[in-house]
Nanobody, 128 residues
């Protein structure tokens, strides 16, 4: 039983900031065994990779579209991963998902099928 719960989405103006949180829990879930990713999706389009942080927090990776604006981090004590989003643009509008990827899974982290568990998503809307 693994549960990922996102929060922090909302409506913001272009240029604003927002921080998303994803709390992980579950009897069989070991937070340190999983890399954590954020992916987003808009209606009619494929799910898009946004950011990833490795199982030990030693490395981060970002989509070109968000580099320099978004920052992913994790807090092992709280079993929580964050996505700090700055300088938001209307094109950032999407449903944002938190996902967990096993450290033994070698499928490219930019691919949705690399992830074992998913949250329910949190909506981010950026107005112009």
């Amino acid at each position: 039983q693994v549960q990922l719960v996102e929060s922090g989405g909302g409506l913001v103006q272009a240029g604003g900031s927002l921080r998303l949180s994803c709390a992980a829990s579950g009897r069989t879930f070991s937070f340190r065994d999983y890399g954590m990713g954020w992916l987003r999706q808009v209606p009619g389009k494929e799910r898009e990779f946004v950011a990833y942080i490795t199982w030990n927090g030693g490395g981060t990776h970002y989509a070109d579209s968000v580099k320099g604006r978004f920052s992913i981090s994790r807090d092992s004590a709280k079993n929580t991963v964050y996505l700090q989003m700055n300088s938001l643009k209307p094109e950032d509008t999407a449903l944002y998902y938190c996902a967990a990827r096993s450290s033994t899974n070698f499928i490219d982290y930019v691919q949705s099928n690399a992830y074992d568990y998913w949250g329910q998503g949190t909506q981010v809307t950026v107005s112009s």
